[in-house]
């Protein structure tokens, strides 16, 4: 495991989730754990690694718009829960959308819709910059255990099978990201 600055050393960073490793990075109110989406060995091994049931799924995040839009189904997607969303954004607020067609299933799980974040917390936003798009985002954390707020308690929770750890700041929320169905305005976490 390599500990990195989030401002020093995000090729770093990136050159791991390059290759298919996982990455910790702080966000909004906890220490996320991120792989290459499209990587279906690293969101395997990531699911292994919080001993997660993968019908779960995971949610995505984007320094911007452009980096979510792809996994959205636009057609089944009303402009009123677009707009919704993109005026949250970016910030703290997770959407469920309904997916696009070419999502790989290993992402959503059991589900039929994809949960997406543009973040406007710096360090996640960088790493997604610098990748080029959007990345896995959840908890560092084992599977029912309390999320990782520190860099330390992401080493402390996973001595091994980390890549890289992004050390900075939290954004300072209490608790995760608000989660909300875009086409119903519906809480599905609070």
Aim: with cysteine; aromatic share 6%.
């Amino acid at each position: 495991m390599t500990a990195a600055s989030s401002a020093g050393d995000l090729a770093k960073g990136v050159a791991v989730l390059r290759r298919g490793g996982i990455v910790a990075y702080p966000t909004e109110a906890v220490f996320g754990l991120g792989c290459d989406p499209h990587d279906h060995a690293a969101v395997e091994r990531l699911f292994a690694l919080q001993q997660r049931p993968p019908t779960q799924g995971v949610l995505l995040i984007g320094a911007e718009f452009a980096h979510v839009a792809p996994y959205i189904d636009l057609a089944a997607t009303p402009a009123a829960a677009l707009e919704r969303a993109q005026a949250s954004w970016p910030g703290p607020h997770t959407w469920i959308f309904p997916r696009a067609a070419g999502v790989p299933e290993w992402i959503a799980g059991g589900h039929a819709g994809i949960a997406l974040r543009v973040t406007a917390h710096p360090p996640a936003a960088a790493l997604c910059r610098v990748f080029g798009g959007a990345l896995v985002s959840t908890s560092a954390n084992r599977h029912g255990e309390p999320p990782a707020r520190r860099a330390e308690d992401v080493r402390h929770a996973f001595p091994t099978g980390i890549d890289a750890i992004l050390n900075g700041e939290t954004g300072g929320l209490e608790r995760p990201t608000p989660i909300r169905d875009a086409i119903t305005g519906e809480s599905v976490r609070s």
